[in-house]
């Protein structure tokens, strides 16, 4: 089992839907990561948060939004994505935003149609 | 058209036998670097990791080399087991990137009973 938590595991939503997805981990890291990762290629990075403020964005599309709660939760509100959206979202976190290890979750399965 | 991507590298071992799988990393200023291992289905899991500063660490089974003059680092796992079949991944970092990890594109490691 992964100290890191997402839910829900797998998500199918429609092209005019809204839905969002929650991580949570209770490590006492300060940083937290959304990861995305398509069949057979490695995780792309989406958003970093240090200290719960946004400290990375990878020129991530406007219909994904990232808000972090507090120290130990971190979401990502979904609304008018593409079929092509579909992905495996992986939720991570680590010690600090430096050289410490990066601790993910299962992960959740979404599939937009 | 030619399916660039869809495929893996692919290792396969016999069971028992040791397993190396190997990474080239691009940036010299490269100062930590991380394996992972994903099963299907799973966030990637963190194996071992070493820092720029030395060439050589071991786990449980495992064994991470760093060779700083070619750019190279290699995971060898030790009496390959049938739960050791996953997709491995390496990842490096450094101040240049803002510390976020940069990936490898992943070897599919397969155990022959």
């Known amino acids: 089992d992964t100290e890191v938590t997402q839910t829900p595991k797998h998500l199918v939503m429609g092209m005019t839907n809204k839905k969002s997805l929650k991580c949570e981990q209770h490590?006492?890291?300060?940083?937290m990561y959304w990861y995305k990762q398509k069949a057979k290629k490695p995780p792309e990075l989406m958003f970093v948060?240090?200290?719960?403020?946004?400290?990375i964005n990878e020129s991530v599309p406007s219909r994904f939004s990232p808000e972090c709660p507090n120290s130990s939760l971190l979401n990502l509100h979904l609304h008018a994505l593409q079929p092509e959206d579909s992905a495996l979202y992986l939720c991570?976190?680590?010690?600090?935003?430096?050289?410490?290890?990066?601790?993910f979750g299962n992960g959740t399965r979404l599939t937009v149609t | 058209g030619e399916n660039v991507g869809l495929h893996l590298p692919t290792l396969s071992v016999q069971e028992g036998d040791n397993s190396i799988i190997n990474c080239a990393y691009s940036n010299s200023a490269s100062d930590y670097f991380i394996w992972y291992k994903q099963e299907s289905g799973k966030g990637p899991q963190f194996i071992i990791d070493?820092?720029?500063n030395m060439d050589k660490r071991q786990g449980q089974r495992v064994t991470v080399l760093l060779n700083k003059t070619v750019k190279h680092l290699s995971l060898q796992i030790a009496a390959t087991q049938p739960g050791d079949s996953a997709v491995y991944f390496c990842?490096?970092?450094?101040?240049?990137?803002?510390?976020?990890?940069?990936w490898g594109a992943g070897t599919k490691l397969i155990i022959k009973p």
């Open positions: 948060y240090s200290y719960e403020k946004l400290s």
């Open positions: 991570a976190s680590s010690q600090a935003q430096d050289n410490s290890p990066l601790h």
């Open positions: 990842a490096e970092n450094s101040p240049d990137s803002n510390y976020q990890l940069i």
């Open positions: 070493i820092r720029s």
């Open positions: 490590m006492g890291h300060r940083a």
